[in-house]
């Protein structure tokens, strides 16, 4: 993603903008990874990004490819079940540590 400087759409909000497309591109079988991990540098001199705008975010986007040709450990990675952070561990309100009441609705 490459967004004019100094537009608000230059911050974290930019990426999560994709919301529907993400959505489009996974209901056609496609798989969408984004990341911020990139080299905005490298970005600018491959595609000649002009100065005045900014690559903020970098988006994979491909067909998955078959686990049974990838190395036994990054097959069992791939294969293994996904496992998220219970939301008590960074979703709160009021004060840092005290969980958000919609965590756990009434």
Do not use: C
Not at 28 to 51: K, T
Not at 59 to 80: K, N, S, T
């Amino acid at each position: 993603m490459i967004w004019p400087l100094g537009s608000i759409e230059q911050s974290h909000v930019a990426p999560n903008r994709l919301g529907p497309q993400k959505n489009e591109a996974t209901a056609l079988g496609l798989g969408v990874h984004q990341m911020a991990g990139f080299y905005p540098d490298r970005v600018r001199d491959l595609y000649g990004v002009p100065d005045d705008f900014e690559p903020v975010a970098g988006i994979v986007l491909g067909y998955p490819g078959d686990p049974a040709i990838l190395p036994d450990e990054l097959r069992q990675r791939e294969l293994a079940p996904r496992v998220r952070k219970p939301l008590e561990s960074f979703v709160f309100e009021r004060a840092w540590g005290q969980t958000a009441a919609l965590v756990h609705p009434r």
